[in-house]
């Protein structure tokens, strides 16, 4: 059958990659996301007003556990000893919103993308969560790999859009 495709073998089943043959790099990954608000919402956050406490601090706790358990989270991706997450928020008041930006690093033998991204998207699930009570509307979007750099296919840095 051959797809080509690395989670497929060739009989059309999912697979997980072996990657036992791979030799151990440093890998590291970042990616974006966009959280849109009401201005009041936008306000309270930046405000520190939000009733269920401090907004960044709750979302960065919970993008970094979210990095540390990719492995259990998406069925075929490796679990993966996380070395570092970094998440930052960047208030967008001409939006208004909240840019999250988030990277992971390893020394791997498979690339700490699908942790950038999980960090990014659980840190935008949870600025819903504490804020939902003042703004049932808020949006998530634009979640995305920025640039990776490790293994075999080395460095990329997506173009501007």
């Known amino acids: 059958?051959?797809?080509?495709?690395?989670?497929?073998?060739?009989?059309?089943?999912?697979?997980?990659?072996?990657?036992?043959?791979?030799?151990?790099?440093?890998?590291?990954?970042?990616?974006?996301g966009l959280v849109v608000l009401s201005q009041d919402a936008f306000n309270a956050i930046v405000d520190k007003r939000v009733p269920k406490g401090d907004v960044f601090a709750t979302a960065r706790i919970a993008g970094i556990m979210a990095a540390k358990r990719v492995g259990s989270l998406i069925p075929l991706c490796h679990p993966l000893p996380v070395e570092h997450v970094e998440i930052d928020f960047r208030p967008r008041n001409d939006i208004p919103g909240i840019e999250i930006i988030a990277s992971a690093s390893i020394t791997a033998k498979t690339g700490v993308e699908m942790e950038a991204m999980t960090a990014v998207s659980i840190s935008a699930l949870t600025i819903y969560d504490m804020c939902k009570a003042i703004d049932k509307g808020i949006l998530i979007k634009e979640i995305k790999l920025l640039e990776k750099s490790g293994g075999k296919s080395g460095h990329w840095i997506r173009k501007e859009e």
Not at 3 to 12: A, K, R, V, Y
Not at 13 to 24: E, L
Request: proline fraction near 3%; glycine fraction near 10%; aromatic fraction near 0%.
């Open 1 to 32: 059958m051959g797809s080509g495709l690395t989670h497929i073998d060739n009989e059309g089943k999912a697979k997980m990659v072996d990657v036992s043959n791979k030799s151990p790099s440093k890998r590291t990954a970042i990616a974006s």
